[in-house]
């Protein structure tokens, strides 16, 4: 059997999440700001027009007021929850999924009859409209890069109404000379510089080109993206969900670090936040990786730092993971620096049942860890942070992140549920 | 007879357990030879779950409909709107709750308490509709 492969990608999708309890917003310019609030992350079609992509948000202030516009900080809880409704919508029809990113998901449409492929996918972005109120479009074709490429099409071009369908051969033939190539799925702009050089201007160009040049040009992955554009099938669907190897905390700070205690504060609430990580995810960590550094774009002093420790007993206890954590930040630490931003990683993970115990230890795991489950468990109900351990330093600290204008978390707290009016 | 009182946990699961035939009084502790499956409050509450949303609501103009101001609505965007059923609909940019009505060129939103009007929405005007109320649960307090 052919393979046929479906792309449904939801439209502005955090836009899109932010209108779903906002009625009032359909139809009027939205932005929603990137981590910290520092820059215009995505927008609404209303505002493309005057907001690039990655404006500065104090940039745009003047816009913003001028144009009405609705400004909403990064609402996490709101985007993924929506994300899962979409995908059970999805595997409610078609019975193979691959989530790609919280917005878009491939679909194995090989098991369908040729002729009820198109009115599936119609069905599909119907469907995901009406029940979870995101619309979207779907790309069809008999490979991934060309399921991206319909996708393409579909979303940019109205008279799709949706829905691209690239299995035929003739139509191909017809639509991929019509797609620029830094369009197709891959090719970045130095890619796409590279091929410009050569005349290769159009994703029909780029099917057409010598595969062993693709190669040459652009490693194994550009021979790939050759095949694939011809209609033969490289890139199988991945079902697995990748195992979890790391966890990482790492965020820009909400105003520039320049003393050692604020610091500690940071990495402090990082690795408190990375052991309930691990605690939900039931893994403990093995090697802890530390960073910070100065802001690359500014003129301040570049400085840019990291170092890993290694526990001679895997564990998730919060209290040690700091403490760790700290140290390693004390190392990297260096005065006179305006630090933007840190991490904590935690990069081998181990399960926690196969905990392997040192020989002297002298903690009482079992009653430490009743303890972080206690405050995983206030922190869970509460709201994050309402229990914190004293180092990681006070809830609206200077360096904490900003999120002003978040949205409530509508599908994921029972106090911040939207509210019907009955009056 | 005597009542035990439990403590109640948010984060329990919703399911009680359910005994399949009688359970004599007195007897010793016959119950396990006819436990089925729990119960789960999810299943007679939730019909879809991916199109399912809460809510909470603000006001009394549905009291006549046994919605009271703070239940908590359970809302399915699956459902198709009928006549006659409660639903959750765009009105002057927020969503309220009213019965739906449909008229001979048009329809009608109305409300369950005396004191309000019904709002009439001709055929070809748009009428957005969130979605149709399945359950409204109400706290005893």
């Not at chain 1, 071009?157 to 033939?173: K, M, T």
């Not at chain 1, 697995?240 to 909400?254: D, H, L, N, Q, Y």
């Not at chain 2, 459902?79 to 006659?84: F, K, Q, S, V």
């Not at chain 2, 940019?93 to 449909?102: A, F, H, I, M």
Request: glycine share 6%.
């Amino acid at each position: 059997m052919d393979e046929v492969f479906g792309l449904i990608d939801c439209n502005n999708f955090y836009v899109s999440c932010e209108r779903v309890f906002r009625p009032d917003l359909e139809g009027n310019p939205v932005i929603v700001l990137s981590n910290n609030d520092g820059n215009a992350s995505r927008r609404s079609n209303e505002i493309k027009p005057w907001i690039a992509m990655g404006d500065p948000a104090f940039k745009i202030r003047d816009i913003i007021k001028r144009e009405n516009v609705t400004v909403f900080s990064s609402n996490y809880a709101l985007y993924g929850s929506l994300s899962a409704k979409v995908s059970s919508v999805l595997l409610s029809m078609v019975p193979t999924i691959e989530n790609y990113s919280i917005d878009e998901s491939f679909l194995n449409l090989g098991e369908f009859r040729e002729r009820e492929v198109e009115p599936l996918a119609r069905e599909l972005r119907e469907r995901v409209q009406r029940w979870v109120g995101i619309p979207t479009c779907v790309g069809i074709a008999p490979t991934k890069t060309l399921a991206k490429v319909a996708n393409f099409l579909a979303k940019k071009r109205p008279q799709y109404r949706g829905v691209c369908d690239l299995r035929s051969s003739q139509v191909r033939a017809d639509l991929l000379s019509t797609v620029p190539v830094a369009e197709v799925w891959g090719i970045g702009a130095a890619s796409a510089a590279k091929l410009a050089k050569i005349g290769v201007q159009t994703a029909a160009d780029l099917a057409a080109l010598d595969p062993d040049n693709a190669r040459a040009l652009m490693t194994v992955t550009g021979g790939r993206t050759v095949y694939e554009l011809r209609g033969i099938s490289c890139l199988p669907l991945e079902l697995m969900e990748p195992t979890r190897k790391g966890i990482a905390v790492t965020r820009s700070f909400g105003a520039p670090v320049t003393s050692w205690p604020q610091m500690r504060e940071a990495i402090a609430s990082y690795a408190t936040r990375a052991a309930e990580k691990m605690r939900r995810y039931k893994v403990a960590a093995e090697n802890i990786f530390v960073f910070m550094h100065t802001n690359t774009f500014n003129n301040d002093p570049f400085y840019s730092n990291g170092a890993s420790a290694r526990l001679t007993e895997t564990t998730n206890d919060t209290g040690e993971v700091v403490a760790l954590a700290v140290r390693l930040g004390e190392r990297l630490w260096r005065d006179g620096f305006r630090y933007s931003k840190c991490g904590v990683m935690i990069t081998e993970l181990m399960p926690e049942t196969i905990r392997q115990p040192a020989l002297w230890c002298e903690l009482d795991r079992e009653k430490r860890e009743r303890a972080w489950r206690a405050m995983d468990k206030l922190n869970a109900t509460l709201g994050r942070d309402t229990v914190r351990i004293l180092g990681a330093g006070p809830k609206n600290a200077a360096w904490r992140l900003r999120a002003e204008h978040r949205s409530p978390r509508w599908t994921t707290r029972w106090d911040e549920l939207p509210r019907v009016r009955a009056n | 007879m005597s009542l035990e009182l439990v403590d109640w946990a948010a984060d329990w699961p919703m399911v009680l357990p359910y005994f399949d035939g009688t359970v004599p009084a007195g007897f010793p502790s016959p119950a396990e030879d006819y436990l089925g499956t729990p119960l789960d409050l999810h299943d007679f509450l939730i019909e879809n779950k991916a199109a399912t949303f809460l809510m909470r609501v603000d006001g009394d103009s549905m009291k006549d409909a046994g919605i009271l101001d703070g239940d908590l609505l359970v809302v399915d965007r699956a459902a198709h709107p009928e006549n006659g059923c409660v639903v959750i609909v765009a009105l002057i940019g927020e969503y309220t709750v009213k019965r739906l009505r449909c008229g001979r060129d048009c329809v009608w939103l109305e409300p369950a308490n005396p004191l309000y009007k019904a709002v009439r929405v001709s055929l070809g005007e748009d009428l957005h509709v969130f979605g149709v109320v399945k359950h409204a649960i109400h706290t005893l307090r």
